[in-house]
């Protein structure tokens, strides 16, 4: 008996091949008695007709998650763990569920909404991207990748297809770091950041609210302050693909429907703080003064020397911040604080620039005859490549859904960065209006991100069957 199972079992499969190469010639019929056989979707939904995406539902779903915010429409404000976020969060799960998906959470509120695949025990392909938003920003940055993943399941069910390995959709807690100064908290974790673990237990916001307590206040940690149950071991997933607004102009400038990425620079924040001796704006007079604030003006000058000094185009550096305090008009600053940003595709050339910069706030204490306080490097991450198997993945999916694309590298770092960690990992970008972003004016259109959702889709099925 068993033997005559194996006979027609290889009977079928060498039938299965014979008329996947013929797929214009084959009898629905036969497929379908074929896939209950097996348990499989014998072709991928390769059809453009098959692959039905409700691109209006996806921007009204994107439009009512805007909703959520703590400033006024078109601006959003998402911070994590503030109520608004809560009740974001509570929004996406409700739509993981409508798409038929288990739903989870772990200690700092990832959440992942899974599709159990034929074969539940491999290793699942995964995707998503973030939905909490830096102050007085626009509504597509992660969202698209999140939404849009969600919509990518649905798309799946819709062709029919079933996967063999599971397909997760993630949303990843707080890549923005507005409040507690933090990137990629979430992903972070879950690739098994044990430094960051530890300083989770001690650090505060801006108005002195732990870490732990706001994520108490969230439904999160609720027992417990050791997170390392966050992390994932290595292999968890067999592939991440994140969706992503590329955040630049360079697709809407060339006309080009999707980007692949191929890589991921490498981001660093550095913290400065200056002391000087302050004192009256009109008494102290200019040979005697001791100024903390053109300190910090001068090192932001600095910064960008620094940075153009490379020679490179893929080195950038930013000052997104500098308070000085007591912070009156008539009073010479006494302390000054600075927050840098410098990132690069070449992690040799960035780690010069910091360098450079260090050297720099040394000689400013020297002939400003001010203290240099603090020089922190907050975070120092190496740059991420995106996986081969992966970007042929995206790469064929495209170019069967008759999309134009390019090769490109990410100059912003995103959840895929610490992703690549845990698995082999990829990123798709869509067009944006003017490339903005982190403003309200951001804008994706709804044929760019159905276009995007489609290749996602695409490239899930493909690896999904691997």
Same mark, same amino acid.
């Given at each position: 008996?068993?033997?005559?199972?194996?006979?027609?079992?290889?009977?079928?499969?060498?039938?299965?091949? /014979?008329?996947?190469?013929?797929?214009?010639?084959?009898?629905?019929?036969?497929?379908?008695?074929?896939?209950?056989? /097996?348990?499989?979707?014998?072709?991928?939904? !390769?059809?453009?007709?098959?692959?039905?995406?409700?691109?209006?539902?996806?921007?009204?779903?994107?439009?009512?998650?805007?909703?959520?915010?703590?400033?006024?429409?078109?601006?959003?404000?998402?911070?994590?763990? !503030?109520?608004?976020?809560?009740?974001?969060?509570?929004?996406?799960?409700?739509?993981?569920?409508?798409?038929?998906? /288990?739903?989870?959470?772990?200690?700092?509120?990832?959440?992942?909404?899974?599709?159990?695949?034929?074969?539940?025990?491999?290793?699942?392909?995964?995707?998503?991207?973030?939905?909490?938003?830096?102050?007085?920003?626009?509504?597509?940055?992660?969202?698209?990748?999140?939404?849009?993943?969600?919509?990518?399941?649905?798309?799946?069910?819709?062709?029919?297809?079933?996967?063999?390995?599971?397909?997760?959709?993630?949303?990843?807690?707080?890549?923005?770091?507005?409040?507690?100064?933090?990137?990629?908290?979430?992903?972070?974790?879950?690739?098994?950041?044990?430094?960051? *673990?530890?300083?989770?237990?001690?650090?505060?916001?801006?108005?002195?609210?732990?870490?732990?307590?706001?994520?108490?206040?969230?439904?999160?940690?609720?027992?417990?302050?050791?997170?390392?149950?966050?992390?994932?071991?290595?292999?968890?997933?067999?592939?991440?693909?994140?969706?992503?607004?590329?955040?630049?102009?360079?697709?809407?400038?060339?006309?080009?429907?999707?980007?692949?990425?191929?890589?991921?620079?490498?981001?660093?924040?550095?913290?400065?703080?200056?002391?000087?001796?302050?004192?009256?704006?009109?008494?102290?007079?200019?040979?005697?003064?001791?100024?903390?604030?053109?300190?910090?003006?001068?090192?932001?000058?600095?910064?960008?020397?620094?940075?153009?000094?490379?020679?490179?185009?893929?080195?950038?550096?930013?000052?997104?911040?500098?308070?000085?305090?007591?912070? *009156?008009?008539?009073?010479?600053?006494?302390?000054?604080?600075?927050?840098?940003? !410098?990132?690069?595709?070449?992690?040799?050339?960035?780690?010069?620039?910091i360098e450079k910069i260090h050297q720099t706030a040394i000689r400013i204490t020297k002939t400003r005859g001010v203290k240099l306080s603090e020089f922190h490097i907050i975070n120092q991450d190496?740059?991420?490549?995106?996986?081969?198997?992966?970007?042929?993945?995206?790469? !064929? *999916?495209?170019?069967?859904?008759?999309?134009?694309?390019?090769?490109?590298?990410?100059?912003?770092?995103?959840?895929?960065?610490?992703?690549?960690?845990?698995?082999?990992?990829?990123?798709?970008?869509?067009?944006?209006?003017?490339?903005?972003?982190?403003?309200?004016?951001?804008?994706?259109?709804?044929?760019?991100?159905?276009?995007?959702?489609?290749?996602?889709?695409?490239?899930?099925?493909?690896?999904?069957?691997?």
């Amino acid at each position: 008996m068993v033997l005559h199972y194996v006979v027609l079992l290889l009977s079928l499969c060498t039938f299965f091949s /014979s008329i996947s190469s013929h797929q214009h010639e084959h009898d629905p019929s036969i497929i379908s008695t074929i896939e209950q056989f /097996s348990g499989y979707s014998i072709h991928e939904p !390769t059809s453009i007709s098959s692959l039905s995406v409700d691109a209006q539902g996806l921007q009204n779903q994107i439009d009512e998650l805007s909703g959520f915010s703590d400033s006024p429409a078109p601006s959003v404000t998402r911070v994590l763990y !503030t109520q608004k976020d809560v009740l974001a969060r509570r929004y996406v799960k409700n739509l993981m569920g409508i798409a038929g998906l /288990s739903v989870r959470e772990d200690a700092v509120g990832n959440i992942f909404g899974r599709w159990d695949g034929n074969e539940p025990e491999l290793a699942a392909v995964a995707t998503g991207s973030h939905i909490d938003a830096i102050p007085y920003s626009g509504k597509y940055d992660g969202v698209v990748g999140v939404l849009g993943a969600i919509e990518a399941i649905n798309v799946l069910k819709r062709a029919g297809f079933k996967p063999r390995r599971p397909l997760e959709v993630i949303l990843f807690t707080s890549e923005e770091p507005t409040r507690f100064g933090i990137s990629c908290l979430g992903s972070r974790l879950l690739a098994g950041g044990e430094t960051l *673990a530890n300083t989770l237990k001690t650090i505060t916001d801006g108005q002195n609210i732990s870490f732990l307590d706001a994520a108490r206040f969230a439904g999160y940690a609720k027992d417990e302050d050791d997170l390392s149950s966050v992390f994932l071991k290595k292999g968890t997933y067999s592939a991440f693909i994140e969706l992503h607004i590329e955040q630049g102009p360079i697709l809407e400038d060339e006309g080009i429907s999707i980007g692949i990425v191929t890589a991921i620079a490498a981001p660093a924040s550095l913290r400065v703080e200056f002391e000087g001796n302050g004192g009256h704006a009109g008494a102290v007079l200019m040979p005697n003064r001791n100024d903390a604030g053109l300190a910090a003006a001068e090192l932001a000058l600095a910064v960008e020397k620094h940075v153009l000094e490379s020679g490179s185009i893929d080195t950038v550096g930013t000052v997104g911040i500098l308070e000085l305090h007591p912070g *009156a008009i008539n009073s010479i600053p006494s302390k000054s604080h600075i927050e840098i940003d !410098t990132r690069d595709i070449d992690e040799e050339r960035r780690n010069q620039v910091i360098e450079k910069i260090h050297q720099t706030a040394i000689r400013i204490t020297k002939t400003r005859g001010v203290k240099l306080s603090e020089f922190h490097i907050i975070n120092q991450d190496p740059p991420a490549l995106s996986d081969e198997a992966v970007i042929n993945a995206m790469e !064929t *999916a495209t170019k069967e859904l008759n999309l134009t694309s390019k090769l490109m590298i990410s100059r912003a770092y995103h959840d895929s960065l610490f992703m690549a960690r845990v698995s082999p990992m990829g990123m798709i970008f869509i067009p944006c209006y003017k490339g903005y972003s982190h403003k309200p004016e951001e804008f994706a259109s709804i044929k760019d991100m159905s276009n995007g959702v489609k290749v996602l889709a695409l490239t899930l099925a493909k690896l999904s069957l691997q």
